[in-house]
């Protein structure tokens, strides 16, 4: 099996920065957990300030500095946001949260991707590489990858500088004799191990990985511990290395945190973009789609704000998804500055064949850009601003209609759908009979009437309210206007219903 690891180590500054456009790194900042810088950006190492110093001695060697308090729970949806992306390239994706902290160091966050069952769909292993690469860097998120035959080598692989190089140049994954090169070659320090057994074995001259298994196993466990032989031996894979497999829900969640909360919605275009492009790109490889997007505005101490955007057919542009969320955000007004912006898409449905077809000339392009049209009018007028007429069972005609919602995106039910009468119906449906005048069987609205076809029966609900008879015609008048009119069988009264365009 083919193991690639990818290690997170700024993802505790990166959650909290990920918003900021290019330009707004300048400020220096930290990120500090008990009382201890954990990472820091390119514009506070410039002034001196490193990992595992205090926030006093980091406050005076940098007099501006912007102390951001870490958030492990945004860490760890970060983390599982990135399972989900990594899950659309291979469906084994193992997340490893990070380590817990000592001295201001820890174990970073990483993915375990198993590449062997996906290289030929993503274009070969290069290409995947490149891919994955690019994808990171896009969402702003600082990444180190290592290769390897089991979990466990690929994630000391991706701390070792030169086989990260060597990953980013090679066409081909590397041979078996290879890899027990790389693992040989390894310092002990990156041995995934306790700091007492990392000491003890430089105690013991053991710098290399090779120096150390060169030992008979018998001895290393007896100095060691049986649970390091186990891991030596998942190391050089002669013993399985199993990690937990990650499933995806059936929803997209992404959030990005503003350290200088933002007071204008035209800020708010940027990371909008930028979560939209990671929502496209997931739907796009997972062949999913959403009806509904739903964005969640913090403003901190427990106020919030929720909008939502509705979709009649499945949309993978994100530039069209940013046009439609801009529409909507034109309509909100910022009472308080946003601190955070979250996208939660909480229904994930399968796309179906044919329902992304962008031919000019195909048929359904005039019904999508129907849609798209609705999509505009209610992304600036608001959801309840339109609606559409859909059937209903009914017998009678101002019963069979209803009002709808037109961003419902119709599936094709197995179940039975209502099919139109094929009759002629008025355009306009009076909501109340009108009682017409009658005299020496003679009908009279607006002058004479004269019937011209019919009677079509209807005849209903004698179980529950009574009889319903009607007999249905199409009369005229002297301006040949054509109306619809019936006789009730009960009274043998004539009403009016409806009027033909």
Request: hydrophobic share 35%; net charge neutral.
């Given at each position: 099996?083919?193991?690639?690891?990818?290690?997170?180590?700024?993802?505790?500054?990166?959650?909290?920065?990920?918003?900021q456009?290019?330009?707004?790194?300048?400020?220096?900042?930290?990120?500090?957990?008990?009382?201890l810088?954990?990472?820091?950006?390119?514009?506070?190492?410039?002034?001196?300030?490193?990992?595992?110093?205090?926030?006093?001695?980091?406050?005076?060697?940098?007099?501006?500095?912007?102390?951001?308090?870490?958030?492990?729970?945004?860490?760890?949806?970060?983390?599982?946001?990135?399972?989900?992306?990594?899950?659309?390239?291979?469906?084994?994706?193992?997340?490893?949260?990070?380590?817990?902290?000592?001295?201001?160091?820890?174990?970073?966050?990483?993915?375990?991707?198993?590449?062997?069952?996906?290289?030929?769909?993503?274009?070969?292993?290069?290409a995947?590489?490149?891919?994955?690469?690019?994808?990171?860097?896009?969402?702003?998120?600082?990444?180190?990858?290592?290769?390897?035959?089991?979990?466990?080598?690929?994630?000391?692989?991706?701390?070792?500088?030169?086989?990260?190089?060597?990953?980013?140049?090679?066409?081909s994954?590397?041979?078996?004799?290879?890899?027990?090169?790389?693992?040989?070659f390894a310092?002990?320090?990156?041995?995934?191990?306790?700091?007492?057994?990392?000491?003890?074995?430089?105690?013991?001259?053991?710098?290399?990985?090779?120096?150390?298994?060169?030992?008979?196993?018998?001895?290393?466990?007896?100095?060691?511990?049986?649970?390091?032989?186990?891991?030596?031996?998942?190391?050089?894979?002669?013993?399985?290395?199993?990690?937990?497999?990650?499933?995806?829900?059936?929803?997209?969640?992404?959030?990005?945190?503003?350290?200088?909360?933002?007071?204008?919605?035209?800020q708010?275009?940027?990371?909008?973009?930028?979560?939209?492009?990671?929502?496209?790109?997931?739907?796009?490889?997972?062949?999913l789609?959403?009806?509904?997007?739903?964005?969640?505005?913090?403003?901190?101490?427990?106020?919030?704000?929720?909008?939502?955007v509705?979709?009649?057919?499945?949309?993978?542009?994100?530039?069209?998804?940013?046009?439609?969320?801009?529409?909507?955000?034109?309509?909100?007004?910022?009472?308080?500055?946003?601190?955070?912006?979250?996208?939660?898409?909480?229904?994930?449905?399968?796309?179906?064949?044919?329902?992304?077809?962008?031919?000019?000339?195909?048929?359904?392009s005039?019904?999508?850009?129907?849609?798209?049209?609705?999509?505009?009018?209610?992304?600036?007028?608001g959801?309840?601003?339109?609606?559409?007429?859909?059937?209903?069972?009914?017998?009678?005609?101002?019963?069979?209609?209803?009002?709808?919602?037109?961003?419902?995106?119709?599936?094709?039910?197995?179940?039975?759908?209502?099919?139109?009468?094929?009759?002629?119906?008025?355009?306009?449906?009076?909501?109340?009979?009108?009682?017409?005048?009658?005299?020496?069987?003679?009908?009279?609205?607006?002058?004479?009437?004269?019937?011209?076809q019919?009677?079509?029966?209807?005849?209903?609900?004698?179980?529950?309210?009574?009889?319903?008879?009607?007999?249905?015609?199409?009369?005229?008048?002297?301006?040949?206007?054509?109306?619809?009119v019936?006789?009730?069988?009960?009274?043998?009264?004539?009403?009016?219903?409806?009027?033909y365009?």
């Amino acid at each position: 099996m083919l193991w690639l690891c990818i290690q997170f180590p700024r993802l505790p500054l990166e959650v909290l920065t990920r918003a900021q456009q290019q330009g707004e790194e300048a400020l220096p900042q930290v990120v500090v957990e008990k009382q201890l810088v954990i990472d820091r950006n390119p514009a506070a190492s410039q002034c001196g300030v490193e990992t595992g110093l205090s926030i006093a001695t980091a406050s005076a060697l940098c007099a501006d500095l912007q102390l951001l308090q870490r958030d492990s729970q945004r860490e760890q949806q970060e983390l599982q946001h990135l399972a989900q992306w990594a899950y659309s390239f291979t469906p084994l994706v193992s997340p490893q949260s990070a380590g817990p902290m000592s001295n201001g160091e820890s174990t970073p966050a990483h993915l375990f991707l198993e590449l062997s069952g996906c290289l030929k769909a993503s274009g070969g292993f290069k290409a995947l590489i490149q891919q994955l690469s690019d994808e990171l860097e896009q969402m702003g998120i600082h990444s180190l990858m290592g290769l390897g035959h089991s979990p466990s080598a690929a994630h000391m692989l991706s701390q070792l500088t030169e086989h990260r190089h060597w990953l980013a140049q090679s066409d081909s994954p590397p041979s078996p004799q290879q890899w027990k090169q790389w693992i040989s070659f390894a310092p002990s320090k990156l041995l995934s191990c306790d700091n007492k057994t990392i000491s003890k074995l430089y105690a013991c001259g053991i710098k290399r990985v090779s120096q150390l298994l060169a030992i008979p196993l018998s001895e290393v466990g007896s100095r060691f511990g049986r649970p390091f032989v186990d891991y030596l031996a998942r190391l050089n894979g002669t013993r399985q290395d199993p990690v937990c497999s990650y499933q995806p829900p059936a929803q997209f969640r992404s959030e990005l945190f503003f350290p200088s909360p933002l007071d204008n919605s035209e800020q708010l275009l940027f990371p909008i973009g930028r979560l939209l492009r990671e929502l496209c790109s997931q739907l796009q490889r997972r062949q999913l789609y959403t009806q509904q997007l739903n964005w969640h505005m913090d403003f901190g101490q427990n106020k919030s704000q929720e909008i939502t955007v509705e979709l009649s057919t499945p949309q993978l542009d994100p530039q069209r998804l940013i046009a439609l969320t801009k529409l909507q955000m034109e309509r909100v007004t910022l009472d308080q500055p946003v601190q955070s912006i979250s996208l939660n898409c909480k229904h994930l449905l399968p796309l179906e064949q044919g329902s992304l077809d962008e031919d000019l000339f195909g048929e359904g392009s005039q019904h999508k850009r129907s849609q798209q049209l609705l999509d505009k009018l209610k992304a600036r007028l608001g959801h309840q601003a339109l609606s559409g007429i859909g059937l209903k069972e009914s017998y009678l005609p101002e019963q069979a209609w209803q009002n709808t919602d037109t961003l419902i995106i119709k599936s094709n039910a197995k179940g039975q759908q209502i099919k139109p009468i094929q009759a002629p119906r008025p355009n306009w449906l009076l909501a109340h009979p009108t009682k017409l005048e009658s005299s020496e069987h003679k009908l009279f609205y607006q002058g004479e009437l004269q019937l011209l076809q019919g009677p079509e029966r209807i005849d209903g609900y004698w179980w529950q309210h009574g009889r319903h008879g009607r007999d249905y015609y199409i009369a005229r008048n002297k301006r040949d206007e054509l109306y619809w009119v019936f006789q009730d069988l009960t009274t043998e009264e004539w009403f009016l219903h409806g009027v033909y365009s």
